[in-house]
């Protein structure tokens, strides 16, 4: 079955980075694009970012633009989030998801989701 | 900029009750609506896509309507395991979810 496995997570001072990962397996990894969403604590959620199929294009909310890039190693089914200069309002339950679209290049719904990962942000 | 509100934000259900939850979108995304089920502590889950289709596994309870800017979730008959958040979602652009609605047991 589909299973989309997030970590990386964890405390990190105001400024600092942290890279999340997302191990897939189940499915093609390579023929679909992959999303991050966000949940601060308490609250709804966030669409972060999208990546392509085959990485050739990257989206991304205007709240991280410039400071989170999202990549993917198809060799390895793994999706990845370089969060740099984290603010305390990144503060959340970090998701990855797998689009439904095959070889598609726009975004359309997300099924499944992973469990997710907490990432704090406080000094 | 497309704005989603999903009314009301708690709803109080008693068990075997029908329950109907509301997603309005600020312009049309044509039939571009998900739902989504969360439980505490769990990842949410697909429900409905394309604004009417059931996911895979979902019961027949679940139905959502709508299209263009009004949209609807109806659980037709309430079950114990259905007391969740309940999220919709556009993507006719990029995607942009709803502040969600609490569905409580009454």
């Not at chain 1, 993917?72 to 200069?85: E, I």
């Not at chain 2, 068990?15 to 600020?26: F, I, K, N, Y």
């Not at chain 2, 007391?83 to 652009?93: E, S, W």
């Amino acid at each position: 079955q589909v299973q989309l496995v997030e970590s990386g997570g964890g405390v990190v001072q105001p400024g600092g980075s942290l890279r999340l990962s997302c191990a897939a397996s189940g499915f093609t990894f390579s023929s679909y694009g992959m999303h991050w969403v966000r949940q601060a604590p308490g609250k709804g959620l966030e669409w972060v970012a999208f990546i392509r199929y085959d990485g050739s294009n990257k989206y991304y909310a205007d709240s991280v633009k410039g400071r989170f890039t999202i990549s993917r190693d198809n060799s390895k089914n793994t999706l990845y989030l370089q969060m740099n200069s984290l603010r305390a309002e990144d503060t959340a339950v970090y998701y990855c998801a797998k689009d439904v679209g095959l070889y598609s290049s726009r975004s359309n719904w997300f099924d499944p989701w992973g469990q997710g990962t907490l990432v704090t942000v406080s000094s | 900029e497309i704005v989603m509100t999903q009314s009301p934000a708690t709803l109080s259900v008693s068990p075997g009750e029908r329950a109907t939850l509301s997603c309005r979108a600020s312009q049309s995304v044509s039939s571009n609506l998900a739902w989504y089920q969360q439980k505490p502590g769990q990842a949410p889950r697909l429900l409905i896509y394309g604004a009417s289709t059931r996911a895979t596994g979902i019961p027949a309870r679940f139905s959502g309507s709508g299209s263009g800017t009004e949209f609807t979730l109806t659980i037709s008959s309430l079950q114990s395991e259905d007391f969740a958040v309940y999220y919709c979602q556009q993507y006719n652009n990029w995607p942009l979810f709803g502040g969600g609605t609490k569905v409580e047991i009454k």
